[in-house]
């Protein structure tokens, strides 16, 4: 049997994220599994938004290094 997630949000805020391209239960996953890899929730958050992002910013770019490094750490 499927698991429920809970997203935390609306149906209007889900749909919104759709619009955008974006796959909220994906990301909910992502932000779960970077959680338990020893990630603050903060850093986390800030993450999982942009990391399927084909051109990132150089602010972006550091901040995906950072939590990879918290991960292997």
Same mark, same amino acid.
């Given at each position: 049997?499927?698991?429920?997630? +809970?997203?935390?949000?609306?149906?209007?805020?889900? /749909?919104? @994220? &759709?619009?955008? %391209?974006? +796959?909220?239960?994906?990301?909910?996953?992502?932000l /779960?599994? @970077? &959680?338990?890899? %020893?990630?603050?929730?903060?850093?986390?958050?800030?993450?999982?938004?942009? @990391?399927?992002?084909?051109?990132?910013?150089?602010?972006?770019?550091?901040?995906?290094?950072?939590?990879?490094?918290?991960?292997?750490?």
């Amino acid at each position: 049997m499927p698991e429920i997630l +809970d997203l935390g949000m609306s149906d209007e805020e889900y /749909l919104q @994220l &759709i619009a955008q %391209g974006r +796959d909220p239960v994906a990301e909910k996953i992502c932000l /779960l599994n @970077l &959680i338990r890899a %020893g990630v603050p929730p903060e850093d986390a958050h800030r993450v999982v938004p942009i @990391l399927k992002k084909s051109q990132r910013s150089t602010d972006e770019e550091i901040l995906v290094k950072n939590v990879w490094k918290q991960i292997r750490s």
